[in-house]
């Protein structure tokens, strides 16, 4: 399954500070548990990848609504 993979699988996103300073994704779905600790500026560089991906789809969107005109 790639980036751009359409799946059916539903999963729950927690995002938090733990006891330890650190920053942890939790995602939990059927038979999965999957924690991943980062520390804070790892979290901050993640956090910027993500606002660029929104900005970069966001622009995908634009893009095929002006093709529709």
């Known amino acids: 399954m ?3 993979s359409e ?3 539903a999963a729950n996103l927690q995002i938090g500070p733990t006891s330890l300073g650190m920053v942890r ?3 939990a779905g059927d038979g999965l548990d999957l924690p991943l600790d ?3 500026d ?3 560089e ?3 990848e993500l606002r ?3 900005q ?3 622009k995908i969107i634009q893009s095929s609504k002006d093709k529709k005109r």
Do not use: L, M, T
């Open 56 to 58: 970069a789809a966001r």
């Open 42 to 44: 790892e979290a901050e």
């Open 25 to 27: 994704i939790y995602i």
């Open 38 to 40: 980062f520390d804070p």
């Open 52 to 54: 660029a991906a929104a």
């Open 46 to 48: 993640i956090a910027e």
């Open 2 to 4: 790639g980036i751009n």
């Open 7 to 9: 799946s059916e699988i």
